[in-house]
Antibody, heavy 124, light 110 residues
């Protein structure tokens, strides 16, 4: 059974960097994408970005200048850094495994395993 | 403002059927596959449907998915009070090179 667990500080000061780590257990990280998704209180899901085990990344365009993701397959971990945070970055942050099988007629990614989520509050 | 459009809420009586729509464009739903997620308050989303209409192991066949053009639909039959949750559609947007979600639909079973 694949399990993901987010860890990191629950409180970050404005203008500082939010740093989270996701630890994966129960399966190899190879051949999957690993994603970060956040959810502000009372709002919908927002895709932040993803990283492949090769290190290749895709980021949401509006966050691209502030986001960095990394992966360490030897530790079965991947990480998110979000710099220059403001109150608007306060949210529950989820890490998730993204399966991207081969499909004809388009791309078919889906998030099949999720962490429990970690609330990160940006406040002084 | 979400890239994919869902109704904010839907409702139906126990035992009835409900559908939740998800509307997009040619750069996302029109040319890629759709997945659906169920989320109860305070918990992580759970995969319900992938590749438009496939159910992961353990998801009952009361849940179904379909896609036509630039829209997708989640169907739930035999509604139960335990189905009350938020439902999200998601896909890949090839123009944005990014994952996108709908704004979510709150299902109430009256």
């Amino acid at each position: 059974q694949v399990q993901l667990q987010e860890s990191g500080p629950g409180l970050v000061k404005p203008s500082e960097t939010l740093s989270l780590t996701c630890t994966v257990s129960g399966d190899s990280m190879i051949t999957y994408y690993w994603s970060w998704i956040r959810q502000p209180a009372g709002k919908g899901l927002q895709w932040i970005g993803r990283i492949y085990t090769s290190g290749s990344t895709n980021y949401k365009s509006s966050l691209k200048s502030r986001v960095t993701m990394s992966v360490d397959t030897s530790k079965n971990q991947f990480s998110l850094n979000l710099s220059s945070v403001t109150a608007a970055d306060t949210a529950v942050y989820y890490c998730a495994r993204e399966s991207v099988p081969y499909c004809t007629n388009g791309v078919c990614p889906y998030f099949d395993y999720w962490g429990q989520g970690i609330l990160v509050t940006v406040s002084s | 403002q979400s890239v994919l459009t869902q109704p904010p809420s839907v409702s139906a009586a126990p035992g009835q059927k409900v559908t939740i729509s998800c509307s997009g464009s040619s750069s996302n739903i029109g040319n890629n596959y759709v997945s659906w997620y169920q989320q109860f308050p305070g918990t992580a989303p759970k995969l319900l449907i992938y590749e438009n209409n496939k159910r992961p192991s353990g998801i009952p066949d009361r849940f179904s998915g379909s896609k036509s053009g630039t829209s997708a639909t989640l169907g739930i039959t035999g509604l139960q009070t335990g189905d009350e949750a938020d439902y999200y559609c998601g896909t890949w947007d090839s123009s944005l090179s990014a994952g996108v979600f709908g704004g979510g639909t709150k299902l109430t079973v009256l």
